[in-house]
């Protein structure tokens, strides 16, 4: 399979833990983005790599919030304190940039579903 | 307000035509895309158009941009239960070249 690949697809925990999300991209894909998606809502642009650069974050991505992409392959969202509020879909996506202004078409993983009690 | 509008429902026969509306606000926007997705999966990319073009035509799929009014639409022909999903339409936009998505059209094809 070359698609994205998310870990775990599921995640319950209890607010106040931490936990770690896994992102996949599609192998020769230089730029990895993190999306965050609430019921009824379309995804929000969290963070993005371009390699293993983190490049720009959003004013959504609180102190609580971490991602790496230490190699330039695979990446990591870390949230520390998890809150209520934190309970969403969060999607990776991956694409190939070779040109400024270019198409940037990204293809996204089945995402990872957060649910804090 | 949001960059990118979208009605929120849609129901149509199976067989007929759906046509998906989107408006968005940033001019410079230079790739417009729509993505579907089912329940509980991810984002599946369906097609896009670059905005010098004002239709693009992808077998069932016609997508049409005015850029002047900055509308675009989504037509599916022949539309089939398996087309019910949620569409978001979506711009590419800033230094990152993120997507900025609408809250998505829930597309219900009745028998």
């Known amino acids: 399979d070359t698609g994205v690949s998310q870990n775990p697809r599921h995640k319950i925990t209890k607010r106040g833990q931490n936990v770690t999300f896994r992102c996949d991209p599609i192998s020769e894909h230089n730029r990895l983005y993190w999306y965050r998606q609430t019921l009824g809502q379309g995804p929000e642009f969290l963070t993005y790599?371009?390699?293993?650069?983190?490049?720009?974050k959003s004013r959504l991505l609180s102190d609580r919030f971490s991602a790496e992409r230490p190699k330039g392959s695979f990446s990591t969202l870390e949230i520390q304190r998890t809150e209520q509020g934190d309970s969403a879909m969060y999607l990776c996506a991956s694409s190939l940039v070779t040109l400024a202004g270019g198409k940037n078409i990204q293809y996204f993983g089945a995402g990872t579903r957060l649910s804090v009690l | 307000g949001e960059d990118v509008e979208q009605s929120l429902f849609l129901s149509v026969r199976e067989g007929d035509s759906s046509v998906i509306n989107c408006t968005y606000t940033?001019?410079?926007?230079?790739?417009l895309y729509w993505y579907k997705q089912e329940p509980g999966a991810g984002l599946q990319l369906l097609t896009y158009i670059f905005s010098n073009m004002d239709m693009k035509q992808d077998q069932r799929l016609t997508v049409l941009l005015n850029k002047k009014d900055k509308h675009l639409s989504l037509r599916i022909a022949d539309t089939q239960t398996g087309d019910s999903a949620i569409y978001f339409c979506?711009?590419?936009?800033?230094?990152?070249?993120?997507?900025?998505f609408g809250s998505g059209t829930q597309l219900t094809v009745l028998p």
């Open positions: 790599f371009q390699n293993e650069a983190q490049l720009e």
């Open positions: 979506a711009e590419s936009m800033g230094s990152a070249r993120q997507l900025t």
């Open positions: 940033d001019s410079s926007s230079t790739y």
